[in-house]
């Protein structure tokens, strides 16, 4: 069973990842980019320290990235940015810790698309 929900939200997140995403989404990225919610995102993939350097690192160069974009309303840079961080990231982590990662990412995008749909 726990298989079985494992593969839906990775499903989930694929899915939430290569369908368009509006330009304020891809600021998901300065949330990572946040030293505790590096923390907790490295304590959730059980990252080690060498990894959390990566990802601190990776994160910064992603931000840049994406705000220089977000502020040019250029969303291929935008696009470019998410592509570059997936790609980076997937070659930091472990298949496992990867799979987490694009949930958190779906989750984070998705759930903030909750919240202001709740605010309405």
Do not use: C, H, P, W
Not at 65 to 76: P, Q
């Amino acid at each position: 069973m726990k298989k079985i929900i494992l593969s839906a939200l990775l499903m989930l997140a694929v899915y939430g990842n290569s369908s368009a995403m509006n330009l304020n989404d891809y600021k998901v990225f300065s949330k990572l980019n946040n030293e505790t919610t590096l923390r907790s995102l490295v304590r959730y993939l059980g990252a080690d320290e060498d990894q959390k350097e990566q990802l601190r690192y990776l994160f910064e160069l992603t931000d840049y990235k994406v705000s220089k974009a977000v502020s040019k309303e250029d969303e291929v840079a935008a696009e470019s940015a998410l592509y570059f961080n997936l790609g980076n990231a997937k070659l930091v982590l472990s298949e496992l810790q990867y799979k987490k990662y694009l949930v958190v990412l779906n989750l984070t995008v998705n759930g903030n698309d909750e919240i202001l749909l709740a605010d309405n």
